[in-house]
């Protein structure tokens, strides 16, 4: 009767959380506890009912990794470890489909703090966040819901081991995780391991040796033996077979869980989903004492609940049968962090944590040009006004983006009050700006494209604003000049430059005069060198023209400045813009008032197109400093955007660019697409600019930014980024965004800002023709308006002719 007696207790006790029964009630994870071989509870039902916590006291936590988080077996079980301390169960969830999957924990809300800095502390490179939207809450609760799922146990004994980590390997979840992202959108799978510390009265390290230590006198000495020895157990030290399983399972450093382990496909379909059985496959990785794990389907739990109880049994957490005993280390197995870099490199939709958020809370302030998402949270990236004024450099492969940063960096200026210059030598982008300039601000906007056939701007960038320096301003068209044409020397730079000089005493001259002027021994060429020593206040040009000119250079010497010139004055309608001497475009009203310029260059040479744009820029930094005799506060901000820049600097110039739109307070813009389009000095003079914004780049590009962004970003990164994707260094600190959408276009006509260039600072081609015509009464009487001029001339090739080289 004793063997008997003990048999019964025996089987109750290592059957408990190895039992397929489903209780009509919720029960605690822990099934009833006795000390075995003492305590009598035969009478007493395994599973302890437990009155549900209310939905509304349990929170989901999302876990976030981050690709450079050190994830190892020790870290998770650690984690697990400082659990045991924690008043509620919590579950470890991996959830989603093809278009999302997420780890996340769900745990009491009094648990939640404790639980959130004890992760902190361990995985100090990744996140936890509250879950505002959770896969597994989101579910439609309509009738046609089904879940299929299937519910994990052991067979006992309970004391047996669980397959350990040292088994895995490797993280065991790669296979469910690239099973979940093979579900359909309008489903969602999902495992749950459902875990809670034993209670610490209850010693289930002293059941655990002792069913140990019987299972192995059983085997050694038979069933006759159970009787005699059971309440005189000898220690379990002594049985030297059992003493490494009684290591590993009873372990005094590892507490003991209960676990309830679920997994299952949430579906609008009346029949099992194939997915389902490729999200189950995963559990095959665990054994119990050496036989798989068994499980309970839906089909059991539909004799007792409907769909939607199911999955509010999921939702909350709750179990219908108690859960199998496991300690620390087999646990781990089930409820464990893996290295993000895994899931990047198959390319699996769980998103890892930004290595590269916005930490520096200035960046949350002024030039608002993207987002950066860090664990779920939307944070904007701004480039704050003392940083922006050092200049901002754009790089990116075409098509990547960096025109809509550029347009949306435009718009927001705009919109704040200051004046800006858009200069676009491919056009597709300043035509994107026409339309989104708001109604408000279009009278106040210059549509400048010295191509329109039928317009003429009326720009003369030999013309003077006040206070500008005759000297600088040569030099900036010489530099123009230098950057777009081969075969430059001195002699030719010092002729152009002399040239320019002179001429700028002269009211009303343009660069046709200039062309003129080296034209030795023509009359135009003696007329305007006559003048020009009459009216020249600077005594070496004046010699230049009087003496220099005509005793150091012969004709033939002069070709070089005559071949380049005509390039301008017979480039169609540009030579028209070039040779007329009205100004209507000030670049220096343009920055007071705070006008916006839109620079069309596409509809023009390459040649051409290069030197208006360096004239432009240059021209307008000129202007800028010109503004020194402007208080600083009264100063309007004014910026610079320059898409491929590189068609517009020269080379030598580039450095003093910077300096010089920083020293006079104009927001610069430089955006192109590789370094090789600038010379090494270019390219250290743009690792001086106060904000770097990088798209897509080729290898070499990739990895020079990765040295200059302090090494925070591995260059293979860099040539992996998607569209709109940008990396940006602002000031010192480096963050990864997505660029802010396409700005949409304005309502209303933009037409309107055609219409307004035309009447204010544009001629008709004709008109413009006949003014040509009078040229030379500009210096016999007093300048007249063009579009005064009646008088028919046209404009021949053979008045621009010239002797090749």
């Known amino acids: 009767m004793a063997a008997k007696k003990l048999m019964s207790l025996l089987s109750m006790e290592i059957a408990k959380g190895c039992s397929p029964k489903i209780e009509v009630e919720p029960v605690r994870l822990e099934p009833c506890y006795a000390l075995f071989g003492v305590e009598d509870n035969t009478e007493q039902s395994t599973a302890i009912p ?49 278009q999302s999957i997420t780890i996340g924990l769900l745990v009491h809300k009094a648990d939640a703090y404790v639980l959130s800095t004890i992760f902190r502390g361990l995985f100090e490179c990744s996140e936890v966040t509250v ?22 146990y052991p067979d006992p004994p309970y004391s047996h081991l669980l397959t350990s980590y040292e088994e895995l390997n490797s993280p065991t979840f790669m296979s469910l995780i690239q099973a979940l992202s093979q579900i359909p959108a309008s489903d969602i799978g999902f495992y749950q391991c459902v875990f809670q510390p034993v209670t610490a009265t209850n010693d289930w390290h002293r ?12 085997n050694l000495h038979g069933l006759y033996s159970l009787g005699r020895r059971i309440m005189q157990q000898a220690p379990s030290g002594d049985l030297r077979s059992m003493a490494s399983d009684v290591e590993m399972k009873a372990h005094n450093d590892r507490p003991f869980f209960n676990v309830a382990a679920r997994i299952g496909v949430i579906t609008g379909k009346p029949h099992p989903p194939p997915t389902l059985l490729a999200v189950m496959a995963f559990m095959n990785l665990y054994q119990h004492g050496g036989r798989p794990l068994r499980h309970v389907g839906d089909r059991e739990y539909r004799k007792a609940f409907t769909d939607l109880d199911m999955l509010r049994m999921i939702q909350r957490g709750t179990v219908y049968r108690p859960g199998f005993l496991v300690n620390s280390r087999e646990l781990v197995g089930l409820a464990h962090l893996f290295h993000a870099k895994l899931v990047e490199q198959r390319r699996l939709p769980l998103a890892a944590l930004e290595t590269l958020p916005v930490r520096d809370q200035s960046l949350h302030s002024g030039t608002y040009i993207g987002d950066s998402r860090y664990a779920g949270e939307k944070q904007r990236v701004c480039i704050p006004e003392d940083i922006r004024s050092r200049s901002t450099h754009i790089l990116s492969a075409a098509g990547m983006g960096k025109s809509t940063v550029l347009l949306n960096m435009l718009r927001q200026d705009i919109e704040e009050g200051g004046g800006a210059v858009f200069i676009d030598i491919h056009g597709d982008a300043v035509k994107q700006a026409l339309t989104i300039i708001p109604d408000e601000l279009r009278h ?27 000297y600088r301003r040569a030099d900036d068209i010489v530099g123009a000049l230098r950057r777009v044409f081969s ?9 152009i430059r002399n040239g320019l000089i002179g001429l700028s005493y002269l009211k009303h001259a343009s660069l046709l005069d200039l062309y003129c002027l080296v034209r030795q021994g023509s009359s135009e060429s003696e007329e305007l060198r006559r003048m020009i020593v009459e009216a020249a206040q ?112 020269a080379a030598n110039a580039l450095e003093n660019i ?9 927001n610069l813009c430089l955006a192109h697409q590789y370094l090789s389009q600038f010379g090494t000095r270019q390219v250290d003079a743009l690792s001086t600019a106060g904000t770097t914004i990088l798209g897509k780049a080729d290898k070499r590009d990739s990895q020079f930014f990765a040295k200059d962004m302090q090494d925070l970003v591995d260059p293979k990164d860099i040539m992996k980024l998607e569209k709109y994707e940008m990396i940006v260094r602002i000031g010192k600190e480096v963050v990864r965004m997505e660029t802010r959408p396409p700005p949409e276009a304005e309502s209303g006509d933009w037409r309107a800002i055609l219409e307004n260039t035309h009447q204010n600072y544009c001629m008709p081609v004709d008109a413009v023709r006949k003014g040509l015509a009078r040229r030379s009464e500009r210096w016999n009487s007093p300048f007249r308006d063009l579009s005064a001029d009646e008088m028919g001339w046209s404009f021949t ?6 002797e090749e080289f």
Request: charged share 30%; hydrophobic share 40%; with cysteine.
């Open 487 to 495: 075969d430059w020397g001195d002699r030719l730079e010092h002729v």
């Open 444 to 470: 106040r906007t210059i549509y400048f494209n010295p191509g329109d056939p039928d317009w003429v701007p009326l720009w003369n960038p030999l013309t003077l604003d006040a206070g500008e320096n005759i």
């Open 658 to 666: 910077i300096v010089q739109a920083r020293k006079f307070g104009i």
């Open 207 to 218: 059941n655990v040796k002792r069913l140990l230590d019987l299972e192995y006198e059983i």
């Open 131 to 152: 879950d505002r939207e959770p896969l597994l809450e989101c579910v439609d609760r309509g009738r046609d819901t089904r879940i299929y799922l299937a519910d994990y």
């Open 797 to 802: 090739e053979e008045d621009l002719a010239y």
């Open 50 to 98: 437990e009155v549900p916590i209310v939905s509304g006291e349990w929170i989901r936590l999302r876990i976030w990794v981050s690709p450079e988080q050190k994830c190892d077996w020790n870290r998770s079980e650690i984690l697990l470890k400082s659990m045991a301390s924690l008043t509620h169960r919590v579950a470890f969830e991996i959830s989603g489909n093809m």
């Open 538 to 649: 600077d005594e070496p040009v004046k010699k230049f023209w009087q003496h220099d000119f005509l005793k150091d250079y012969r004709k033939t010497d002069l070709q070089a400045p005559k071949h380049k010139l005509s390039k301008l004055v017979s480039a169609g309608n540009v030579s028209l813009m070039l040779s007329q001497s009205e100004n209507r475009i000030s670049f220096r009203r343009i920055m007071d008032e705070g006008m916006i310029l839109l620079v069309d260059l596409s509809s023009v040479g390459n040649d051409a197109g290069e030197i208006l744009g360096a004239f432009m820029l240059s021209l307008f930094l000129n202007a800028a400093m010109s503004r020194s005799d402007t208080p600083i506060e009264q100063r309007k901000r004014f910026s610079i955007f320059a898409d491929e820049a590189h068609r517009f600097v």
